[in-house]
């Protein structure tokens, strides 16, 4: 399994930036796909999480209401849409794949492939 992230960048608090996680070598019928941040020096913290089945979703208490996970099954293809930014969300992002959610999906163990990280800033 490949995990491709992409679409970090440098964005202005208030601003928006959608990341991407192209993902290929898995059958994705039920599988859960996540995402996850980590700070230097912090332990890694869950962002959000979709089943690829029913496409039910999951996000953490500090972007509830500012971030969106979808996905595109035509191209494998699961996004992090991130709005209204802050200084805080300044991470470097990572994008997992797991066989499914049924512990939750919003713990590290529940996923076994990992994709690269995309770093995200966000200036005050």
């Known amino acids: 399994v490949q995990l491709q992230a992409y679409g970090g960048g440098l964005v202005q608090a208030g601003g928006s930036l959608r990341l991407s996680c192209a993902a290929s070598g898995r059958t994705f019928g039920n599988s859960c796909m996540g995402w996850f941040r980590q700070v230097p020096g912090k332990e890694r913290e869950f962002v959000a999480y979709i089943d690829w089945g029913d496409i039910s979703t999951g996000y953490g208490d500090s972007v509830k209401g500012r971030f969106t996970i979808s996905r595109d099954n035509t191209k494998n293809t699961v996004y992090l849409r991130m709005d209204s930014l802050k200084p805080e969300d300044t991470a470097v992002y990572y994008c997992?794949?797991?066989?499914?959610?049924?512990?939750?999906?919003?713990?590290?163990?529940?996923?076994?492939?990992w994709g690269q990280g995309t770093l995200v800033t966000v200036s005050s």
């Open positions: 997992a794949s797991g066989p499914d959610c049924g512990l939750g999906g919003t713990a590290e163990y529940e996923y076994d492939y």
